[in-house]
C-alpha cells in the first residue's frame, strides 16, 4: 500500500506546478495576454502630482504617446511653447485613449502632437485596428474639445522593428487618409526623411537599441513636427 503522505506531496506538487505555470504565462505580454491600462497608473499617478504641484496652463500644446515622447526633451527643443510632455513609455494608442480623462482633457490644450502605434503593431494589433484607436481618441478629444488640432506623427521605420515596417506603413496610410479628411487633424511624414539611401533607417538617427531616437534624431523631428505648431492659433 502505497503512503497516502507521498501521494499528497505529489498531488501538492502537481498543483503548485500548475499554478505557476499559469502564473508564469499571464505576466507575459502578448497577444493573448496584452498589458492593460492598469500597468501605466504610477506614470499617470505621477503626472496628476506634477499637476497639483504646478498646473501647466489651459490652451497649451500637448504632447503624448509611447517613449518617443516620453524621451524628448521638449523643453530643450521647443523653448518657446512651453510644452506638456505626457509621453508613458511602452503605451498603445488605447491607453491614451484609456487616460484621456486624466492626462488629456484637463488641460484643454489647443494643439495635441501624438506618436503612438509602434507598440500597437509590435504587439500584434492590425493596421485597421490601430487606424480605428487613432479615429477614437480624436472623436474622444473632439467630444469636449471640438477646436482642438491633433497633429499624428507617423510611426517610425526602426531598425530594431525593421521587419514590420510594411504593417506601420499601412497604419500610417489609413490615419494620413483620416487626416486629409478634417482640417482639425494633421499628419507628420517623419518616414521618408528617415531612410537612407539604400532604402534602410539612416542608424545616426538612432540610439543604440536601434528602436529609439538618438539627438539626431530628435533634431530631425523638430524640424518636422515645429511647422505644424507654428500654425496652431
Not at 35 to 62: N, V
Not at 93 to 116: G, K, N, Q
Amino acid at each position: 500500500m502505497k503512503n497516502p503522505l507521498s501521494i499528497r506531496t505529489l498531488l501538492s506538487g502537481l498543483l503548485l506546478g500548475v499554478l505557476t505555470v499559469t502564473v508564469l504565462i499571464r505576466a507575459v505580454p502578448g497577444k493573448d495576454h496584452p498589458q492593460g491600462p492598469a500597468e501605466w497608473e504610477t506614470d499617470i499617478r505621477q503626472f496628476e502630482e506634477q499637476d497639483r504641484k504646478a498646473p501647466p496652463a489651459k490652451g497649451g500644446i500637448l504632447f503624448i504617446g509611447s517613449s518617443s515622447i516620453r524621451l524628448w526633451d521638449l523643453s530643450r527643443d521647443f523653448p518657446d511653447i512651453q510644452p506638456i510632455n505626457r509621453g508613458f513609455g511602452g503605451s498603445q494608442i488605447a491607453d491614451s485613449i484609456h487616460f484621456a480623462d486624466r492626462i488629456v482633457l484637463p488641460y484643454e490644450p489647443r494643439t495635441i502632437v501624438m506618436y503612438a502605434g509602434d507598440n500597437d503593431i509590435a504587439a500584434g494589433k492590425t493596421p485597421q485596428q490601430v487606424h480605428q484607436d487613432f479615429v477614437t481618441f480624436t472623436q474622444v478629444v473632439h467630444k469636449q474639445l471640438p477646436d482642438t488640432r491633433i497633429v499624428y506623427i507617423a510611426i517610425k521605420p526602426s531598425l530594431q522593428r525593421w521587419k514590420l515596417v510594411d504593417t506601420m506603413r499601412e497604419v500610417n496610410a489609413l490615419i494620413q487618409a483620416t487626416c486629409q479628411d478634417d482640417e482639425r487633424l494633421e499628419f507628420v511624414d517623419i518616414d521618408t526623411p528617415m531612410i537612407g539611401d539604400d532604402g534602410k533607417p539612416r542608424p545616426e538617427l538612432f540610439a543604440k537599441d536601434g528602436l529609439h531616437l538618438s539627438d539626431e534624431g530628435y533634431k530631425l523631428w523638430t524640424s518636422l513636427v515645429r511647422p505644424h505648431l507654428i500654425a496652431s492659433p
